[in-house]
């Protein structure tokens, strides 16, 4: 398995740990884990239609993502979950842990990644370590690094929300 503590601190970007049971949603972690200084995180990995192109879109937790406008605004031809393999082959984790700390395992830089502008404004972010059994706190400026650090480009937009749900 990828060692991510050796990659954060290989590369300078310090973090604060909180172990805490396996957590598979959102609900489950406010449930479940320590209160955390950070926002709270939602990970979509979504795939085109063809299975071409694959996006890591990150939000606030409470988000309710509508990826039907999202396709216009990511500039793809219809958006839908990738699968467990495809979760496991290009992050490295299982479903339940997708996270942003997984693109230091994309050394293709495959997956495009959008960040949510009220998002991208946090002091820090909560991130899974490739694991849903913790969480870090890792500053603005520590995820900044870390997206330069994997050779990712990121873009920062306004995630379209779903309304009357």
């Known amino acids: 398995m990828f060692d991510i ?15 805490h049971p396996a957590v598979f949603t959102c609900e489950e972690a406010e449930r ?7 926002a709270h995180t939602k990970n979509l990995f979504l795939r085109d239609r063809k299975g071409t192109r694959h996006l890591l879109v990150v939000v ?4 309710k993502v509508d990826l039907k406008k999202l396709v216009d605004v990511c500039g793809v031809d219809k958006l839908s979950f990738a699968s467990p393999e495809r979760l496991i082959k290009h992050l490295g984790v299982e ?3 997708a996270t942003l700390l997984g693109l230091a395992t994309d050394g293709a830089k495959d997956i495009e990644v959008f960040i949510d502008e009220e998002l991208w404004k946090a002091d820090a972010l909560l991130c899974h370590p490739l694991v849903n059994t913790a969480t870090l706190v890792i500053s603005h400026e520590g995820i900044e690094k ?3 650090a994997t050779g990712h480009r990121w873009k920062v937009i306004e995630v379209p929300e779903r309304v009357g749900e």
């Open 146 to 148: 870390f997206l330069l």
């Open 60 to 63: 606030g937790y409470e988000k």
């Open 5 to 19: 503590y050796s990659f954060l601190d290989r590369h300078g970007i310090t973090y604060q740990k909180f172990d």
């Open 95 to 97: 479903p339940g842990s």
């Open 32 to 38: 479940l884990c320590p209160p955390m200084p950070g």
